[in-house]
């Protein structure tokens, strides 16, 4: 150093290097600790235990929100710890597990934002492997939500949990970071069920398809009515193309024709059969040549079509199965009129046309249906449609965020609607415990019987 002058000050290269190097060695010790506290997670211990344990860590109960949610998403309780650079996240779930329900510890996130992206992933990774052996590099995308974007996937077998960690490139990731996801095997597997049984939807086309063969067991004796409901059975199944309207529209007034032809309660199949090849019929655009004439002389018939903007189509009413409800209420078609009817929600308007609260009609008719035929072969159709309408009110009376439900219009009788929509999944679970139905039952029980939301919303109509 030469006399009467100080130190050089570091160049800027120098000082970029200086400060990777420090903050390698913080990634270190932050990785290192992050991997030990992996390490050390007790999986599925109770939310009451573990925020006993952790009394200052905030919590939020799960709050129900339009959009399905699959059994790995709806988590009953999160808790958070934010500090310099890092975020981690605990979330508890109620799945369907044997003995008394309870939020158990089922996975963990956390998010490392840090200046150097690549010095903390090696870091980490090293650490990880220190503890769980080599990672295996994820070549193919990950099926979790946002995958698309994650790069540089890792992934360690972890006993009954799984490790990720990850680069998420989404523009919803800012600050850049690197992400780690820990999942117990629990809603793992609680997903992959959900994934393989049958949506709302595919409830409502397996009752069709279960009168579908009735129907044509029972008109066996008309062939030509029994290939035009193989022909629309096909249509629904993605085996059949769809047929030109007027050619559907003919076909329907044959069957018509039929019904009227028929005696006494021979005519509820022909009815029932003409209201699935009605609801076939498919007519795109408002303006379509020649149907406004069609569809005026089907409405003397008792058979309307409105226009639907948003699938630019005219929809069928299903006018028909209040029709053969009110006429032949003591036939099993009868029945079966009515079940669909309820599935649907009970209004067959389109668009919403009796209000956004379905399951208010859900409710009120298929209770009194179930208390005055307790010997339905239907009954756990009819008690699902109710469960699920009661567990929708229950649902929206818990709504956070949601563009199109507001909670407070939901409070009055909403415990009702859970004790309601208990008994009915219970009894579901009795009476036919290898359904699909009872499968549903299973998944939402122990969160209505803890008085958690769910995310139904079956019997919530919106048309937008």
């Given at each position: 150093?030469?006399p ?20 390698a060695?913080?990634?270190?010790a ?6 030990q ?16 344990a ?12 339009s ?7 709806e ?9 310099a650079g ?50 295996e590099?994820v ?33 919803s990731?800012?600050p850049p ?33 279960a009168?579908?063969a ?40 044959r ?14 199949p ?12 498919q007519v ?14 089907l ?45 649907r929600g ?31 072969p ?22 956070e965020?949601?563009?199109?439900a ?38 939402v ?20």
């Amino acid at each position: 150093m030469r006399p009467g002058r100080g130190p050089h000050p570091p160049s800027a290269a120098a000082l970029a290097v200086l400060v990777v190097v420090c903050w390698a060695g913080i990634a270190g010790a932050t990785t290192g600790e992050l991997a030990q506290e992996i390490a050390g997670i007790r999986w599925q211990a109770t939310y009451a235990e573990w925020s006993a344990a952790h009394p200052s860590l905030p919590c939020v109960e799960f709050r129900s929100a339009s959009g399905s949610l699959l059994p790995d998403e709806e988590w009953s309780y999160r808790c958070e710890r934010s500090r310099a650079g890092r975020v981690d996240e605990w979330f508890f779930y109620v799945l369907d597990t044997p003995g008394a329900p309870a939020a158990r510890l089922a996975q963990f996130r956390s998010r490392l934002t840090t200046p150097n992206l690549p010095a903390t992933l090696a870091a980490l990774t090293r650490d990880l492997a220190g503890r769980f052996g080599s990672a295996e590099i994820v070549r193919d995308t990950v099926a979790e939500r946002g995958a698309a974007f994650w790069k540089d996937v890792h992934r360690w077998a972890a006993g009954q949990a799984a490790i990720l960690v990850y680069r998420d490139t989404s523009q919803s990731a800012m600050p850049p970071s690197i992400d780690v996801l820990v999942r117990h095997r629990s809603p793992v597997d609680a997903r992959q069920r959900a994934e393989s049984a049958p949506d709302g939807l595919a409830w409502l086309e397996r009752s069709e398809a279960a009168l579908d063969a009735e129907l044509r067991r029972a008109l066996g004796d008309q062939p030509d009515v029994v290939a035009l409901l193989a022909r629309v059975r096909g249509l629904y199944e993605g085996t059949e193309p769809a047929r030109p309207w007027p050619e559907m529209t003919a076909a329907l007034e044959r069957v018509l024709d039929g019904a009227e032809r028929a005696a006494g309660a021979r005519r509820a199949p022909w009815r029932l059969a003409a209201d699935l090849i009605a609801n076939s019929i498919q007519v795109l655009g408002e303006n379509v040549p020649g149907w406004d004439g069609k569809r005026a002389a089907l409405a003397k018939r008792g058979l309307h079509w409105d226009w639907s903007p948003l699938g630019a189509t005219w929809s069928y009413r299903r006018d028909l199965l209040p029709r053969v409800w009110k006429e032949f209420p003591a036939t099993p078609w009868g029945e079966w009129a009515f079940v669909l009817r309820l599935q649907r929600g009970w209004d067959t308007g389109v668009g919403c046309a009796g209000g956004p609260d379905e399951f208010r009609g859900v409710i009120r008719e298929g209770e009194r249906f179930l208390a005055t035929r307790p010997r339905t072969p239907h009954r756990v159709r009819g008690l699902f449609a109710v469960a699920l309408a009661h567990e929708t009110w229950w649902s929206l009376a818990h709504a956070e965020g949601d563009t199109y439900a507001d909670a407070k219009d939901y409070q009055t009788g909403r415990d009702a609607a859970r004790r309601r929509a208990i008994s009915a999944y219970d009894e579901i679970a009795r009476l036919a415990p290898a359904s699909d139905e009872a499968y549903h039952a299973r998944r939402v029980l122990g969160r209505l019987r803890l008085g958690l939301a769910t995310n139904e919303r079956t019997f919530f109509c919106v048309y937008d």
